[in-house]
C-alpha cells in the first residue's frame, strides 16, 4: 500500500516560531504537495514539487517555504509562525504523468497546527 | 478557484444508493473528473476518475453526461462507514493540480 506519513498528528507552538512539517511517501512518487484545510475554505495548495529540489508555488504561498532534498521527503516551513496559520496540514503525492488520466493524489493523515 | 459546484449537504438511508451530483459547467475537453472523499480525521482518498464515458469500481460509479458539464457520483449501497465529505474535482489539463472546492457532506443514516 501507497503510505504517505507525516511526522506529528498534532502540533502546538508559538507564534514567531519556526516551524517544521515532515513528510515522507515511500512509492517513488515524483510529485509532493502540501495542502491547508481550514472550515469554509476547503483544501488550498500552498506548495508543490514536481521533482527534487523543486518547487512550485500553489495558490496561498504566503508565509510558508519548502525543502526537498531528497525524493521521498517534502518539507514544509513557517518561519515565524502565525496565528492565522492555525490550520490542518495536508501533504499528498503523486506519480508524475500529467499526460494521462491516472493521476491519484495519495494523502497523509494531517497534522493539526495549533498557533498560540 | 474550483471549477465546480456541489450541493453542501445530503443524507442517505443506509443500503440505499446514494447519488452525488456536481456542476461543472466549464470544463474544457481534455479535463478529467475526479472524486475524492473525506472521512472525518483522516486525509483525502481517492474514489474514482473520468473523461467522458461512465466508469465503475469497486467503491463507486461516475456518470458523466454527454455534453460533460455535469456528472454524478454513485455509491450503489451506502453504509455508515460512507459517512464522509465528499469532493468533486476538475483536475488543471496544464498543471495537473487538483483544486478542492467545498465538496458535499454526506450523511448516511440508520
Partial sequence: ?116 | DAKTTQPPSMDCAEGRAANLPCNHSTISGNEYVYWYRQIHSQGPQYIIHGLKNNETNEMASLIITEDRKSSTLILPHATLRDTAVYYCIVRESNTGKLIFGQGTTLQVKP
Fill in chain 1, 1 to 116: 500500500d501507497v503510505k504517505v506519513t507525516q511526522s506529528s498528528r498534532y502540533l502546538v507552538k508559538r507564534t514567531g516560531e519556526k516551524v517544521f512539517l515532515e513528510c515522507v511517501q515511500d512509492m517513488d512518487h515524483e510529485n509532493m504537495f502540501w495542502y491547508r484545510q481550514d472550515p469554509g475554505l476547503g483544501l488550498r495548495l500552498i506548495y508543490f514539487s514536481y521533482d527534487v529540489k523543486m518547487k512550485e508555488k500553489g495558490d496561498i504561498p504566503e508565509g510558508y517555504s519548502v525543502s526537498r532534498e531528497k525524493k521521498e521527503r517534502f518539507s514544509l516551513i513557517l518561519e515565524s509562525a502565525s496565528t492565522n496559520q492555525t490550520s490542518m496540514y495536508l501533504c499528498a503525492s503523486s506519480t508524475q504523468v500529467w499526460d494521462r488520466s491516472y493521476n491519484e493524489q495519495f494523502f497523509g493523515p494531517g497534522t493539526r497546527l495549533t498557533v498560540l
